[in-house]
């Protein structure tokens, strides 16, 4: 059975740490090539480009990254709630040095509610989830006291309700004292694969009033949902490690690579993508599909070609995207060239396709 963390203080020293480690160490250097890339086009024209990705073998340098914190308020959270919200205030820390984060706070306890789960929405700004995690409290005294919680309802809710950014690598820390009820397991498992939410459990407290053991295990609940449980009270050292590697895992294998710019360069830019190869696996379209991993560096490559839909210059992002997620990220501008005349649109359209087939053939 978990221990109450005895020490909670000294977390936020040893994960920032950690994180810090992870992410900046030259090792984490997922790429895209090139880096930047500008031109002058009309309305009509379009250009192609080759861009390489290399997946490294030791992960990405700029993963994007949204985290859920959902607490449980019951009342048996009385003694360890504090220590809860400290922790998920460092956990939150550790994720800004990890990498660009958004990060969000949602409770529930013997009943879940989507204004509750969903407490406070996506944002960029950590001091803002800080002041939600803090003005966490117990719920209502008629509600909780006994196991187990509403958790499988409230991952459910805060799964389809948040509004996840476009490409980034999602997390729900959920931090309770017991196991999870609600909403059948088969219907959150669905929302959390439609999303490619990991869930990840802190285990606090532990001291089952009905003297059943299981029904304090949030360990059995997460791990039905396909997620991992670290426990609360072990040594902080152990708890960052156990945590900043259950994140890290998440990059370690992976099935599709790609290159999108997540409608960025819209209205103006169109950009349309064709896999040209891949380290192993098979090009499908725009994606390069096969069962990977990071034992090695793999390179992929994409001609990726930008149309100019209206007048007006561009800045966007162009990314690399593995199973979904951002790991690496380049800079696209575009300024409007010389509108071509009607007739000419065709010869246009030849010339640049022309030019394509002659940067292949060099490639």
Not at 176 to 203: P, Y
Not at 220 to 230: E, K, R, V
Request: aromatic share 6%.
């Amino acid at each position: 059975m978990y221990k109450r963390i005895s020490s909670v203080p000294k977390l936020g020293r040893f994960i920032t740490a950690a994180a810090m480690a992870l992410a900046s160490t030259t090792v984490f250097a997922d790429t895209i090539s090139p880096t930047s890339f500008s031109a002058s086009l009309g309305v009509g024209e379009s250009v192609t480009i080759r861009k390489t990705v290399v997946v490294e073998a030791a992960g990405p340098s700029a993963a994007t990254i949204d985290a859920h914190f959902l607490i449980d308020t019951s009342g048996s959270m009385g003694s360890v709630i504090n220590n809860a919200k400290t922790a998920a205030g460092d956990i939150l820390n550790a994720l800004s040095a990890f990498g660009d984060l958004a990060s969000s706070v949602g409770v529930y306890s013997e009943r879940a509610l989507a204004g509750d789960a969903v407490r406070s929405g996506l944002t960029t700004t950590s001091a803002t989830t800080i002041s939600a995690i803090n003005a966490v409290t117990l719920g209502d005294p008629d509600f909780g006291g006994d196991y187990p919680e509403s958790g499988d309802t409230a991952v459910d809710l805060a799964t389809n309700n948040l509004a996840w950014r476009a490409g980034s690598n999602r997390f729900m820390f959920v931090l309770s004292d017991a196991s999870m009820k609600g909403t059948d397991e088969a219907t959150v498992i669905a929302s959390l694969a439609a999303k490619d939410v990991t869930v990840i459990g802190l285990q606090f407290g532990g001291n089952c009033f009905s003297g059943e053991p299981g029904e304090c295990s949030l360990t059995q609940s997460i791990a039905a949902l396909g997620g991992t449980t670290f426990a609360g009270g072990t040594s902080p050292a152990s708890l960052v490690s156990a945590i900043t590697a259950g994140i890290t895992s998440g990059f370690a294998n992976y099935g599709k690579v790609t290159v999108d710019d997540l409608g960025g360069g819209l209205p103006e830019i169109d950009v349309s993508t064709v896999c040209v190869s891949a380290d192993i696996g098979a090009c499908v379209g725009a994606d390069a599909i096969g069962k990977y991993d990071r034992s090695i560096d793999r390179t992929f490559e994409y001609d990726v070609t930008f149309t100019r839909l209206a007048a007006g210059d561009k800045a966007f992002t162009t990314f690399a995207l593995v199973d979904g997620g951002i790991v690496a990220r380049e800079s696209d501008r575009f300024t409007t060239g010389k509108v071509p005349e009607p007739g000419s649109l065709a010869m246009v359209g030849l010339a640049l396709a022309g030019l394509a087939a002659a940067r292949r053939r060099r490639a």
